[in-house]
C-alpha cells in the first residue's frame, strides 16, 4: 500500500463523508496549500482536520477562534526575562506543522490578518525578527455561512491565500447510519496512530510539483482562465497566481490518484474548489450575493472545449 493509500485508510476510519473531501484535503496537503472548509455546523468539518494531522507524526494546533482573540494569541509573544534581563520569544500556536483554525470567520479582521499572513509567508515577524514556521505547514481553516450571525467576511485578497475552499455537505444516508453506530470522532480519534512523519510529506510534496502536464492540456487550462476574465457574470476573473494555483492542484491530484501525468479529470475536478473563490461575481458586487461562482465556474467548464 502507497503512503498516500496508508493515510486515506487512517483519515477513512473516523471521517465519513464524502471522498471527494478527503481528496481535496490531501491535495492541499501534496501542493503545500491551504484548505478553507466551508459548510454548517455539525458535518464534520473538525473531524476531518483533526483526523489528517493525527495521521502524520508531526505537530499539531488547533486555534479556536473568537471574538476576543488578538493576533498575538495566534502569531506568540516576547515576554521579559528577569534573570537574563532579555525578552524571550513564546512562540504561538500558529508554530505546528498542521494548524487547525476553527470558525476563522468568527474572529476580527485584524487577527484574520495575521494569521493569514503567516500562512503566505511561511513566517512571521516580530520585533524585527523573522521567523520561519516549521515544514511541512499547513492550515485547515472552518468557517460557517456567512448567514450565521457573528460572522465577518474574509476579503477577497484573503480568501485569495487558500488553495481549495471546499464544501463536505450532508452525508449519504447509510454513512450518517454508520455513524450514528459507530461514533467513530468520538472513539478511534484519540486513538489513531501516525501512518506517516512530516520527511514523508515533504517528498511527497516534492513528487507532486514533477507530476508531467502536457502542453495541451496547460492550453486547455488557460482557455478556463480566459474564459473566467470575458465571462459577462464575472467583475474579475483570475489572476495569474490563480492560475498558478489551478496548476499545482491539478499535479497533486494526478498524484493522490497515483498518477505522474495530469489527464482532463483532474483539471475539471480543481477548477470550482481552486478558482471560485478567486472571482468576484457581479452579483457580489451588487447586493453581496456569494452563491454564484461555483455555477459560473460550471458553466465556463461545460462551454470550454476540452482538447483531450
Do not use: W
Not at 45 to 63: D, E, G, H, M, Y
Not at 70 to 99: C, H, M, W
Not at 247 to 252: E, F, I, Y
Amino acid at each position: 500500500m502507497s503512503p498516500l493509500e496508508r493515510l486515506r485508510k487512517s483519515i477513512e476510519t473516523v471521517f465519513f463523508g464524502r471522498s471527494e473531501a478527503i481528496t481535496h484535503l490531501l491535495v492541499g496537503l501534496l501542493a503545500r496549500g491551504h484548505v478553507l472548509i466551508e459548510d454548517v455546523p455539525g458535518v464534520g468539518k473538525t473531524v476531518l482536520a483533526r483526523s489528517l494531522a493525527r495521521s502524520i507524526n508531526c505537530q499539531f494546533s488547533r486555534i479556536q477562534l473568537t471574538p476576543d482573540l488578538l493576533p498575538s494569541d495566534i502569531l506568540g509573544v516576547s515576554i521579559y526575562n528577569q534573570e537574563r534581563q532579555t525578552f524571550d520569544f513564546k512562540p504561538g500556536p500558529v508554530f505546528a506543522n498542521i494548524v487547525l483554525a476553527d470558525e476563522i470567520n468568527r474572529t476580527t479582521p485584524r487577527t484574520q490578518s495575521a494569521l493569514l499572513e503567516a500562512m503566505n509567508e511561511s513566517s512571521i515577524t516580530t520585533d524585527g525578527q523573522t521567523m520561519a514556521l516549521p515544514q511541512p505547514f499547513m492550515v485547515v481553516a472552518t468557517q460557517n455561512p456567512f448567514e450565521f450571525e457573528g460572522t465577518y467576511f474574509l476579503p477577497e485578497n484573503q480568501l485569495d491565500r487558500f488553495l481549495l475552499r471546499i464544501q463536505l455537505g450532508y452525508p449519504e444516508r447509510s454513512r450518517e447510519l454508520a455513524i450514528l453506530r459507530e461514533q467513530p470522532g468520538r472513539n478511534r480519534l484519540d486513538r489513531l496512530d501516525p501512518v506517516l512523519t512530516a520527511d514523508e510529506v515533504r517528498v511527497l510534496q516534492g513528487q507532486a510539483t514533477q507530476v508531467k502536464i502536457d502542453p495541451v492540456l496547460m492550453e486547455y487550462m488557460m482557455d478556463i482562465v480566459d474564459a473566467t476574465r470575458k465571462h459577462d457574470g464575472l467583475h474579475t476573473g483570475i489572476s495569474p497566481r490563480g492560475s498558478l494555483a489551478l496548476m499545482q492542484a491539478v499535479q497533486a491530484r494526478a498524484l493522490v490518484a497515483g498518477r505522474d501525468y495530469v489527464t482532463p479529470d483532474d483539471i475539471k475536478e480543481m477548477v470550482a474548489p481552486v478558482c471560485a473563490h478567486r472571482v468576484i461575481t457581479r452579483s457580489y458586487m451588487a447586493n453581496g450575493d456569494v452563491s454564484t461562482a461555483v455555477r459560473i465556474m460550471q458553466e465556463i467548464l461545460q462551454n470550454v472545449h476540452c482538447p483531450l
